[in-house]
């Protein structure tokens, strides 16, 4: 029944945030309960499942919902930079119809993108699909990342959640991109046709 409203990754944080805050609340500890309350429904904010739509003529759609930061290029692939914050769709789809594979995952921190070291040292998972490399770097505000398993998925299928962090997502150079920096994609929607 939750399934409709909330992801299944953000249901028992929410369930547990409820509770803590109803507890707060007995016990008499009035602004904590309110603090809690208010984490409570960020977390269903952040959790909530959103019609997502998959342009079906597109070969890549984006994976996940966030901003265009920067678009550069190397020998090989268009190197597209997407900022995903708590307040875009939070969930990981497979860009194409493919097989995914994890290249590698790295457990880590979540320091904030402004240290220095937070792209070293946060959690970062990399996969792999026949025309992109996905490179996904967690955030402060973040679940920890899943790994998803590795088969045939079909282009808009849930790999996983993303809540906060970046994505470098590498597409080989024979495509034409249809997105520009700065611009706010969603979740499904056309990068390449």
């Known amino acids: 029944m939750l399934d409709k409203y909330i992801l299944k990754q953000g249901q028992k944080i929410s369930l547990y945030l409820l509770v803590f805050a109803v507890f707060l609340q007995v016990v008499d500890l009035e602004f904590l309960s309110i603090i809690t309350f208010f984490l409570f429904f960020l977390c269903l904010y ?3 499942v959103k019609k997502i739509i998959i342009d079906n003529e597109a070969f890549i759609v984006s994976s996940i919902s966030g901003k265009v930061e920067a678009i550069d290029f190397n020998d090989n692939y268009y190197l597209i930079y997407l900022n ?3 307040f875009d769709n939070s969930v990981l789809l497979s860009p194409e119809d493919s097989f995914v594979k994890i290249e ?5 921190l979540f320091l904030p993108f402004d240290e220095k ?6 959690e ?3 996969l792999s699909t026949k025309n992109t490399i996905m490179e996904l770097v967690s955030s ?15 282009k808009g299928d849930q790999l996983g959640v993303f809540t906060q962090g970046e994505l470098l997502l590498k597409i080989e150079k024979s495509f034409s991109l249809n997105i520009k920096v700065g611009q706010t ?3 499904g929607q056309t990068i390449c046709y």
């Open 46 to 48: 952040v959790y909530r």
């Open 185 to 187: 994609i969603q979740a």
């Open 117 to 122: 070291k937070a792209k070293l040292l946060n």
């Open 140 to 154: 402060f505000a973040t679940a920890p990342l899943d790994k998803p398993i590795e088969k045939e998925y079909k």
């Open 124 to 126: 970062k998972i990399v």
């Open 84 to 86: 995903a914050s708590l």
């Open 104 to 108: 590698s995952l790295r457990k880590g």
